[in-house]
């Protein structure tokens, strides 16, 4: 599990990094917002944080500012 976890924290890193490409919707400072490519939903967006957090409730505020 905890394997799963690390491989899907890095391909969010490369995300970020532009490294892997995506379909943006908006970006700030402190996050990305992309479109899932397995979306649950028409418009399903993934809100992805730029610094590594282990919860949560540490992505500050401005994280959503988007």
Known sequence: MLKQQQE???IFR???EGKIP???IAENEDALAILDI??????HTLIIP???V???KDISQ???NL
């Open 50 to 52: 730029k610094i590594a």
């Open 14 to 16: 490369q995300i970020v």
């Open 54 to 56: 282990k919860k949560a």
């Open 22 to 24: 995506s379909k943006k």
């Open 8 to 10: 899907k924290q890095q």
């Open 62 to 64: 401005n994280t959503f």
């Open 38 to 43: 397995k979306p649950i939903s028409k418009g």
